[in-house]
């Protein structure tokens, strides 16, 4: 069974920055494609970010570009999400996602389960304004 375990949320005020982890405590993510996807409440979900396998492909969605950075280390199993100039419209529940294809930025923005096939359990983050 997949497990991802989110970690790093909390309150921050407008203009903040967090780090945000995803840990893979049972398998390798070396051969998947490594995600977040928040949902504010009464929302829909939202895709944030992606990285390919190796890391050397990353998309964002056009709200946090230039803000947010998505990073992995494959020998630590660990994916991050430094979130810098926080604003209170990034408040959600960060769910970090594992995907088995890397597919087209347009998909992670609007296809099927933003292309992900895993998720985590999430993480919140608050931005006070």
């Known amino acids: 069974q997949v497990q991802l375990v989110e970690s790093g949320g909390g309150l921050v005020q407008t203009g903040g920055s967090l780090r945000l982890s995803c840990a893979a405590p049972?398998?390798?993510?070396?051969?998947?494609?490594m995600g977040w996807i928040r949902q504010a409440p009464e929302k829909e979900r939202e895709f944030v970010a992606v990285t390919n396998r190796n890391g050397g492909t990353t998309y964002y969605a056009d709200s946090v570009k230039g803000r947010f950075t998505i990073s992995r280390d494959n020998a630590k199993n660990t994916v991050y999400l430094q979130m810098t100039n926080l604003k209170p419209e990034d408040t959600a529940v960060y769910y970090c996602a594992e995907g088995e294809a890397f597919f087209s930025e347009t998909y992670y923005n609007h296809g099927e389960n933003h292309g992900m096939d895993y998720w985590g359990k999430g993480t919140l983050v608050t931005v006070s304004s």
């Open positions: 049972n398998r390798a993510i070396s051969g998947y494609a």
